[in-house]
């Protein structure tokens, strides 16, 4: 049996965004390979614990706000340098910490722009976590049939001020002359900032009017079997099977909802946050929450392994508040 190794691993994050990569050592197996901070936990050592103590021993900071995530289990194969070794890692975001970075074990360091990450290899078993760090940790659902168009466009122009990156346009009432109306002005008010748009709506729908991506609607998810070209793709899932689809088809996303009762739904139930948190176990896809979220939320979604959260009315409600 290969031993079980368990790491704590920081994701040091820029207000803008950039999270902080580091090669690793010469001595070290995998040597050369870029990582997150970070290290084995040892024993009688909580992984938050560890944390401080690998931030403080290769970084020479100290975290001061940070935020547990993924959990990611990875079978590491024997190589010329190091052992086989099956490794336990637990994600941690770094929000703030006291200090200036130093290398201490002889590191280089870069810092990463999520969408054009430019240090390579990264360690294998971290692509899972480059996908998800691609993604915003917020991702919004467009709500015109209830606000009207001219409030909506207006909550639109605030969040994207306050830094919002991920829009999806659902609005099924509309006709087809419509939805390309209204799609030609929010995809005009969001072209001058870093917010990429889906619709949902058919992959040749979204192409056809302009869009960067696709959310797909689980009926939708099941029938196709191959994923459109040209696009970001999002679905949305309610059960394991349709989220299991989504990772087949390498989508770049998927939503899994409802997790708490929702005005959108009120038949529904919610799974609540242990059964989202199951649904996630091993996934590889990115996930984001979806129902009854409001921005408080987005700690919770985290430390169950999401991505972030997808908000309709609690996102443009909130700012009103
Ligand atoms: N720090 C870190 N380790 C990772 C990442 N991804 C990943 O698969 N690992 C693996 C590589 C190693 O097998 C293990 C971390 O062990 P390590 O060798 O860095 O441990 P350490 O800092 O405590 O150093 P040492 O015991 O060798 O002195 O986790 C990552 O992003 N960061
Ligand atoms: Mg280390």
Not at 219 to 234: E, W
Request: charged share 15%; net charge negative.
């Amino acid at each position: 049996m290969t031993k079980l190794v368990q790491v704590a691993v920081a994701i040091l994050i820029r207000p803008n965004g950039e999270y902080l990569l580091a090669s690793r050592p010469q001595g070290k197996g995998w040597a050369g390979w870029w990582e997150f901070p970070g290290g084995k936990i040892e024993s009688g050592e909580t992984p938050a614990q560890a944390l401080i103590r690998e931030a403080q021993e290769e970084l020479g900071i100290t975290p001061t706000q940070t935020q547990p995530w993924i959990k990611r289990r990875y079978d590491y194969p024997a190589t010329h340098d190091a052992e086989a070794k099956t490794v336990l890692l637990h994600f941690f975001f770094v929000h703030a910490w006291q200090g200036a970075l130093q290398a201490r074990e002889g590191q280089q360091f870069a810092w990463q722009h999520p969408q054009i990450g430019n240090v390579t290899p990264v360690l294998p078993a971290n692509a899972p976590i480059m996908q998800a760090l691609s993604l915003p940790p917020v991702y919004a659902i467009s709500n015109v049939q209830e606000m009207g168009e001219p409030t909506f466009l207006q909550a639109l122009k605030r969040q994207l001020d306050q830094g919002l990156q991920l829009l999806q346009v659902r609005e099924p009432q509309l006709d087809s002359a419509a939805l390309a109306q209204l799609s030609e002005q929010i995809l005009q008010l969001c072209a001058p900032y870093d917010c990429r748009c889906l619709l949902n709506a058919s992959p040749e729908q979204a192409l056809q009017l302009g869009y960067q991506g696709v959310h797909l609607n689980s009926q939708r998810l099941l029938a196709m079997s191959v994923k459109p070209d040209h696009l970001l793709v999002g679905a949305s899932c309610h059960n394991l099977e349709q989220l299991q689809k989504a990772q087949t088809l390498q989508l770049d996303f998927a939503l899994l909802s409802p997790v708490l009762p929702t005005k959108s739904h009120p038949e529904a139930a919610g799974m609540g946050w242990e059964i989202f948190e199951d649904m996630l176990n091993g996934l590889e896809i990115p996930v984001y929450a979806l129902g009854g979220m409001r921005p408080t939320h987005l700690a919770q979604a985290q430390a169950c392994g999401a991505r972030g959260i997808a908000m309709q009315s609690g996102l443009w409600q909130a700012q009103l508040a």
